[in-house]
């Protein structure tokens, strides 16, 4: 059997590790949406609390040691409760690692290798595949600070930081030095109202033309009702035959008919003004730019910007 026949018959694990803010509860909701057309495909979406509870539970039990192939085969026998799949797709933000400690270092997820190298572990047997969107850094300290979630490594972030050095290429190198041989798709959270129908293909492994439930997931907070209704008709009754009409249609409609507050993301944190805000935002397109050209990353963007 080549490597490309093992590759094949290998049962599919896809990890969605985060990061926080960044539509990590979409991804999960749209999973469960899709959960019978994607078991009808031989893929598997089981609910959070079995793959949490199972990973966890078999992390504590190796304390730091590789598990044997054997206890692979079983913790996916308990994810997949008997069910027979090709493919398995999970999601946690956690998973990049908790909150607390995404802040608590000069940089954004300082740690991520370390996390995610033992939860890819378990899967050493499979194929596995990884996942993660990223946001401007200056919306996701906004969106940390807001939720009120580990809020002593916020403040404490906020104050020793130097917010002209935050680099998202920073965070993905640590991941991509831990584990440099597994496949990495990642995307902006502020593409999604444009491209989610694609990051949920590609999450799933399916075809261009496949059928999603929940396709307009990542705009339903953008538009107005009306318009979402409207965009949903003028879709229907003129099916666009490339991304970039598809993404040409959802721009018209939500410059018509989106919401002026959700559109907009206000940045008030102590210590960054205008030009703080200007720096990291363009630090950020560069990283962007950067991570978008690289060989061993998939990176969705809008159809307009590829290439």
């Not at 597994?182 to 990051?199: A, K, M, S």
């Not at 003004?273 to 397109?285: L, S």
């Amino acid at each position: 059997m080549t490597e490309t026949d093992q590759t094949a018959a290998r049962r599919r694990v896809h990890l969605h590790i985060g990061v926080h803010f960044a539509g990590t509860t979409r991804i999960v909701e749209g999973l469960r949406q899709n959960s019978q057309g994607f078991a009808e495909r031989g893929i598997r979406t089981p609910p959070a609390r079995l793959y949490r509870q199972a990973m966890t539970g078999l992390l504590e039990r190796l304390d730091g040691l590789p598990p044997i192939e054997t206890e692979e085969i079983e913790l996916l026998d308990d994810i997949l409760q008997g069910n027979t799949a090709k493919a398995v797709i999970m999601a946690d933000a956690n998973w990049a690692s908790p909150l607390a400690e995404a802040l608590h270092s000069d940089r954004l997820y300082p740690d991520i290798g370390t996390r995610v190298a033992p939860i890819a572990e378990l899967f050493e047997s499979s194929d596995l595949r990884l996942s993660m969107a990223l946001r401007n850094p200056a919306a996701f300290v906004q969106s940390a600070q807001d939720s009120g979630k580990a809020r002593g490594a916020t403040n404490a972030f906020l104050r020793n930081v130097q917010p002209e050095t935050l680099r998202w290429c920073d965070t993905v190198d640590a991941l991509r030095s831990a584990l440099p041989n597994v496949p990495l798709t990642l995307w902006c959270e502020e593409d999604t109202p444009l491209i989610w129908p694609r990051v949920m293909r590609q999450i799933a492994g399916l075809p261009k033309d496949a059928t999603l439930r929940g396709g307009f997931a990542a705009l339903r907070d953008l538009i107005q009702p009306e318009g979402l209704k409207r965009l949903q008709v003028f879709l229907a009754g003129h099916p666009p035959e490339t991304d970039a009409q598809y993404e040409r249609t959802v721009l018209a409609f939500l410059d018509k008919y989106g919401k002026e507050d959700a559109l907009d993301e206000p940045c008030d944190l102590p210590g960054w003004d205008a030009n703080v805000i200007e720096t990291v935002t363009q630090h950020y397109e560069d990283d962007i730019a950067a991570l978008s050209a690289r060989d061993d990353i998939t990176f969705i963007a809008p159809a307009s910007m590829a290439g």
